[in-house]
Each structure stands twice: as C-alpha cells, then as structure tokens.
C-alpha cells in the first residue's frame, strides 16, 4: 500500500472556493471511482488549513489520480491562489489498517 499526506493553508477568502473545488474531484471520483484507492480531504481547527489524504494499493494506482481532469483544475486554481502554506507532500509508511485498499 501506498500513502500520502499533502497540507497546505489558504487565504481566509479562498477558503470556500477550494472547499467547492475539491467537492468536484470528490464527486468526479464517486461517479467514476479508482480502484483500489481511498482519497479523502480534511481541514484542522483552524478551517484554513487542509490535509489530503490519498491511500493505493500501490504507486501506479496512487498516480492515478493526476489523470483526473477535476483534480488538475483543482491544483492549478490552488497555485493561483497563491496559499499562505504551499502543498507539502508527505509519504505515509503503514504500519496496520482495519481495512483493504
């Protein structure tokens, strides 16, 4: 299996808008899943900040995601939003799940 971790934090005004634009890979990727993988996002306390946590079965499925054409959208409209925090990507390393990818 295969994690990542991405967090940035956004502008207090955009906030809303990349909530919509994640909405719209969420449903992309309901409508039309990728097998074997579990994408989900997050904010923490502070409603600015959002984590992306993207699990695969293994890194071909993970790069998937990229092919996604609501995804791209989403990245590029982030980079123009020029965020407090730019995306920072992590590696997750598993050490047990109650679950299957």
């Known amino acids: 299996m295969k994690a ?6 956004v502008k207090e005004e955009y906030v ?7 909405e719209k890979v969420m ?7 990728i097998e074997g ?3 989900s996002s997050y904010t923490l306390d502070d409603g600015q ?8 079965k293994n890194g071909e499925t993970l790069s998937m995601l990229n092919e996604v054409e609501e995804f791209t959208n989403f990245r590029m409209a ?3 939003s020029e965020p407090l925090n730019p995306p920072k990507s992590e590696n997750l390393n598993l050490v047990a799940a109650g679950f299957e990818v």
């Open 4 to 9: 990542v971790k991405v967090q940035y934090t």
């Open 16 to 22: 809303e808008q990349n909530k919509a634009n994640i």
């Open 27 to 33: 449903k992309r990727l309901r409508e039309n899943p």
């Open 37 to 39: 993988m579990l994408y």
């Open 49 to 56: 900040t959002f984590v992306h946590i993207n699990m695969a």
């Open 78 to 80: 982030l980079k123009a």
